[in-house]
């Protein structure tokens, strides 16, 4: 077996001298700038760059670190050559390919190297079943571990499938913030199973692989909604590449999706649009009318953005079309979550980036209306987006009743992203008088302290 031990990168080190990681991050940052690229390089991407977890960087830090260091090839600067770390082509005639942009076709190179790396075990499989402690009855047994072993079965792929709903489950209750960490777990228990061995049958091996991308993208979202960007990047990643390896153009289609909801929630509006462009061509084949209406909107939220006010309307068209074509067999389990109050909530999203206050505000309303209450979350999130559109609005003390609503669930609701929405509505209704709006915030100030909030993006 060869060894999968990383070996520490002393070359890079010297190259920091005595700078400190931060200090050294931030001059490669400069030089991004230098030429045009856009690198997040921190003092953690330094450490894993020095440890050795990185034995190759993407073709965007490539090109920075060539430009730093004139003359000098990725082996000089104490990395492995890329066709060394590179062992793993797509399998042929599964589906179209379709073109990423350059940031995601960089992340994938990057991460699927790594994450798998991470990801494999030696002894015991950690299996992602009902008992992983996220949550419900069995929480304090503990993970379940089996032997490692050369086939994988029907057991296997269904723990990992069960996890997958498990999360989804608990994210809609809760939010994701408390969820994130423990849900990494069975996420590299999925992986570490399709590195062990081989599925005893091809319908098993194509469940595992589609199992463990859906795992990743839910990881990945868990890690968006509490602001954990870069994490949830990697992942949407990993998700891509599984999908690509696989030829699993309904996984492809998802984390194309989820990627595009990524980049607009980041300032990367073009390549918001792009994702959900390169989605829509992924999902045409399959059969679905709603995952083409949700990767439309996608897109009308990136245009908007973008103040591309004509393609968001376009693509909005698209999606009502769409939509309107109503539910079938094709689609996917994980789209449970949209139903009409999401449709007008996504459409309040682009009428809000686009400054048009209270036409935002009369869809936010009608996405309250319309969902259902056993999904907690979205109710507290759907009510956050009303209560910013009805403060821009103009519409103070009905933004303060809103916001009271969003309070009411905040003990039960952890989601760094509708903490940040309310905190931007709250910025909006400080300067304003009235009643109302003072009994809101003073409430608001009540609130105990949490994570970080996510910028609000809506």
């Given at each position: 077996m060869v060894s999968t031990r990383a070996v520490p990168n002393l070359a890079f080190r010297r190259l920091r001298g005595s700078r400190s990681a931060g200090e050294f991050a931030a001059a490669i940052r400069r030089a991004a700038r230098e030429i045009?690229?856009?690198?997040?390089?921190?003092?953690?991407?330094?450490?894993?760059?020095?440890?050795?977890?990185?034995?190759?960087?993407?073709?965007?830090?490539?090109?920075?670190?060539?430009?730093?260091?004139?003359?000098?090839?990725?082996?000089?600067?104490?990395?492995?050559?890329?066709?060394?770390?590179?062992?793993?082509?797509a399998r042929t005639g599964a589906t179209t390919a379709v073109p990423l942009s350059p940031a995601l076709h960089s992340d994938i190179d990057e991460e699927s190297d790594v994450l798998r790396r991470v990801f494999m075990t030696s002894g015991t499989t950690t299996v992602a079943a009902a008992s992983l402690g996220l949550g419900g009855p069995s929480a304090a047994a503990g993970p379940t571990a089996v032997p490692a072993q050369r086939r994988v079965g029907e057991a296997e792929v269904s723990a990992v499938e069960k996890a997958v709903r498990q999360i989804r489950l608990l994210d809609d209750r809760h939010g994701a913030d408390g969820l994130y960490r423990r849900a990494s777990q069975p996420l590299r228990a999925a992986y570490a199973l399709l590195d062990a061995?081989?599925?005893?049958?091809r319908s098993t091996a194509d469940r595992l692989h589609s199992g463990a991308g859906e795992l990743a993208i839910s990881v990945g979202w868990l890690a968006h909604d509490s602001g954990?960007?870069?994490?949830?990047?990697?992942?949407?990643?990993?998700?891509?590449?599984?999908?690509?390896?696989?030829?699993?153009?309904?996984?492809e289609a998802h984390a194309f999706c989820n990627a595009s909801f990524l980049a607009r929630d980041t300032g990367r509006a073009r390549e918001a649009v792009r994702a959900a462009e390169a989605g829509q061509r992924v999902a045409a084949p399959l059969g679905s009318p709603r995952l083409l209406a949700l990767l439309a909107l996608r897109e009308a939220g990136g245009r908007a953005w973008l103040g591309d006010r004509t393609g968001c309307e376009r693509a909005i068209g698209r999606a009502r079309t769409a939509f309107e074509r109503g539910e079938c067999a094709g689609d996917p389990e994980w789209m449970t979550f949209f139903r009409e109050a999401e449709l007008e909530m996504l459409e309040a999203q682009c009428w809000s980036a686009l400054g048009?206050?209270?036409?935002?505000?009369?869809?936010?309303?009608a996405a309250t209306r319309l969902q259902d209450p056993h999904f907690t979350r979205n109710l507290a999130l759907y009510r956050a987006q009303l209560t910013g559109d009805l403060a821009r609005a103009g519409a103070a003390d009905q933004a303060a009743?809103?916001?009271?609503?969003?309070?009411?669930?905040?003990?039960?609701?952890?989601?760094?992203?509708?903490?940040?929405?309310?905190?931007?509505?709250?910025?909006?209704?400080?300067?304003?008088?009235?009643?109302?709006v003072v009994a809101f915030l003073e409430r608001y100030e009540e609130l105990p302290s949490g994570p970080e909030p996510v910028p609000s993006a809506g």
């Open positions: 045009g690229e856009h690198v997040a390089c921190d003092a953690r991407y330094i450490g894993r760059v020095e440890s050795g977890e990185i034995r190759c960087p993407n073709y965007a830090y490539e090109r920075v670190f060539l430009h730093m260091f004139p003359g000098a090839s990725l082996v000089d600067l104490g990395f492995s050559a890329r066709e060394s770390v590179r062992g793993r082509g061995g081989t599925a005893s049958r954990r960007f870069d994490d949830a990047r990697s992942h949407y990643a990993e998700a891509l590449a599984t999908a690509r390896l696989a030829g699993d153009a309904a996984l048009d206050w209270p036409r935002a505000a009369r869809h936010a309303r009743t809103a916001g009271h609503q969003v309070l009411d669930l905040l003990d039960r609701v952890q989601s760094s992203r509708i903490r940040g929405m309310l905190e931007s509505a709250v910025r909006v209704l400080r300067p304003r008088g009235g009643a109302e």
